[in-house]
């Protein structure tokens, strides 16, 4: 097991595509989490304005803030990550390459998973960073005195970030196993998180038994999460307290096995071509 | 059956309505080159993919080294490389290998080694996707040697390479079985399969119609004589010999027999006044018996395709 991981990272770390995703996903975290709103925190027409929006970019207001992002675009990047990963050992044929080889199909798989989610791993404690970083910047410059959550909380809101992100690309990588492909599954992957979770939140104010449905969403659930960790609640970031936090939580980590065993039994069953 | 180290049973592959593999068996032993051969659509490549583990059989079983196909144990000592030869393109070709490595915890000076024999060495660095078909395939081959495995099976390992590539490949190959190895080879070059194998199974619309030496199905040699009185000549063959193992064709008579009886032949010919102006032995080339074989069962000779 622990050769075949070495074997996946290898392949992980030298692939082009990783690091444009890896790159892509952190730009876009220092723009839509810090800039943007730092931006609109200075164009605030008056201070009480300004106030609040200032508050979420503070150091303090760092575990809930910092993961806003990753129920949904941060999740729909990190889910075409899991889809290249998985989906590409079809188009390339290099599935019965490495099946024929040696490792049987779940040690593959999970050797697979794990390489994901120890680059999701990575890809949160720099995020983490970054956005530390440019917290105690705002608060410098805004001149705000520093006063920073506590460990605790920064590692339970890391913990959240990394199992969301966890959960999402193994959405990618099972649908590419299902669809033998990178193509349909991002396409089908993105249609849901980016537009079926939306529609349904905003139907779910219209109509009971969306809403009743909506607390079922994986999508949902983890905007629930990163609400329970403090994050300010806003339509764009999917961040709204749908369920309670431990239901999130456990609703979050039950997708998260559910989607990596639907890889794990699809590809354990199909025929390799 | 301690020296079989690859056997299937009544190995069948359905897709749909179609048969693609319908009940084969055959049977590889240790340190033996064994030929698996077919037109196009066959069955050979859905044959090694059942055997490998990478399609479920419909029907029947196989045994790999005394392993069930797939079982990573058993393919710890299996090297193969099955249809064409597949890669990650964005890596080299010593990358590609040092994946395979690690996932076979095979230890790192082996890349070096297999890039060399295949000769990959020189390019070993450049990107799978830069590679020439030739070059691909050799890299193929490489992966498939890289656990020093006890059993190979290469699906068409010539296809696509040079004549001094296909030399230079059935050098490995032969030595490789004489080293030893097991290899199950398929391919559609019967002058080098008639050259480096020593068994043969021969595969028509997913049936194994045949499974001997190269030897025996070649069949024994002819004797073509040219002689005048040509009639004279047959009715005193025929008669020698029997009717059975005589023919004429274009004004060749053509004897089956052994090839140490054409001495004997030529004198008792020319004693009974006929004229013998040629008289030589004449092989079938395996060839030339798998065409005939094909009239048989195929029809035509065209593989299932035309089914
Ligand atoms: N996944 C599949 N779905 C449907 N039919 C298939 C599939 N794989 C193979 N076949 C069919 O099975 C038959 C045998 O194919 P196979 O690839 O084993 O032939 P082959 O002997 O290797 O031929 P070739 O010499 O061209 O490589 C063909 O008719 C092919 O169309
Ligand atoms: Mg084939």
């Known amino acids: 097991m622990l050769g075949s991981y070495s074997g996946e990272l290898l392949k992980f770390v030298k692939r082009p595509a990783v690091w444009v995703v890896a790159g892509v996903w952190l730009a876009l975290l220092l723009a839509f989490t810090e800039l943007f709103p730092y931006i609109a925190y200075r164009s605030a027409s008056n201070t009480q304005l300004a106030a609040g929006l200032l508050q979420p970019l503070l150091p303090a207001q760092l575990s809930g803030h910092a993961i806003t992002g990753y129920p949904v675009w941060g999740g729909s990047l990190i889910l075409v990550l899991g889809a290249l990963c998985s989906g590409s050992e079809y188009g390339w044929g290099t599935l019965k390459t490495m099946l024929s080889n040696r490792p049987g199909r779940l040690t593959f798989y999970f050797a697979q998973l794990a390489t994901l989610a120890s680059a999701i791993a990575a890809l949160v404690i720099v995020a983490f960073a970054l956005s530390s970083l440019a917290s105690v910047l705002i608060a410098r410059s805004a001149n705000v005195e520093l006063d920073f959550p506590t460990a605790t909380a920064l590692a339970q809101a890391m913990a959240a970030g990394w199992l969301i992100l966890v959960m999402w690309t193994l959405l990618g990588a099972s649908l590419s196993i299902v669809f033998r492909g990178t193509a349909l599954s991002i396409g089908l992957g993105l249609v849901w998180i980016l537009a079926v979770e939306n529609l349904i939140r905003y139907t779910a104010s219209l109509i009971d038994a969306v809403a009743q449905a909506e607390k079922f969403m994986p999508g949902a659930d983890a905007g629930s999460l990163v609400a329970a960790l403090g994050a300010a609640s806003a339509s764009q970031t999917g961040i709204a307290a749908v369920v309670s936090g431990s239901q999130a939580l456990w609703s979050v980590v039950l997708y998260t096995l559910l989607f990596g065993a639907l890889g794990a039994v699809i590809l354990v069953r199909r025929d390799v071509q | ?307």
């Open chain 2, 1 to 307: 059956m301690a020296d079989v180290a690859l056997s299937t049973h009544g190995l069948t592959k359905r897709y749909g309505k179609a048969t693609a593999v319908d009940g084969v068996n055959i049977t590889v032993r240790h340190g033996e080159i064994y030929g698996f051969l077919g037109p196009n659509g066959a069955g050979k490549t859905t044959t090694l993919r059942m055997v490998l583990g990478l399609v479920r059989p419909s029907a029947g079983t196989a045994e790999v080294l005394g392993r069930a196909p797939g079982d990573p144990a058993g393919l710890a000592r299996i090297g193969a490389m099955v249809e064409s030869a597949a890669f990650y393109p964005y890596l080299s070709a010593r990358d590609n290998l040092e994946v395979l490595a690690r996932h076979a915890n095979v230890p790192r000076p082996r890349v070096a080694d297999v890039l060399t024999t295949v000769g990959l060495a020189a390019r070993a660095g450049d990107r799978f996707a830069s590679y020439s078909l030739g070059m691909k395939q050799r890299l193929g081959v490489a992966a498939a040697l890289l656990k020093d495995p006890e059993l190979l099976i290469l699906d068409e390992p010539t296809n696509g390479l040079d004549p001094f590539g296909m030399a230079d490949m059935n050098d490995l190959i032969s030595r490789l079985g004489h080293e030893g190895k097991t290899v199950l080879l398929s391919s559609h070059n019967l002058a080098e399969v008639q050259q480096i194998c020593d068994h043969v199974g021969v595969i028509f619309k997913g049936k194994l119609v045949a499974q001997s030496t190269v030897d025996e199905l070649r069949g024994s040699a002819v004797l073509v004589i040219s002689a005048t009185p040509i009639e004279q000549a047959e009715k005193y063959l025929v008669g020698l010999v029997g009717r059975e193992k005589v023919s004429v064709e274009r004004d060749m008579i053509r004897v089956n027999v052994d090839g140490h009886e054409s001495a004997s032949i030529n004198r008792q010919l020319v004693l009974a006044g006929v004229e013998v102006h040629e008289l030589r032995r004449e092989e079938r080339s395996l060839e030339e018996a798998f065409m005939a074989m094909s009239a048989t069962y195929a029809g035509t000779r065209g593989g299932s395709d035309a089914r």
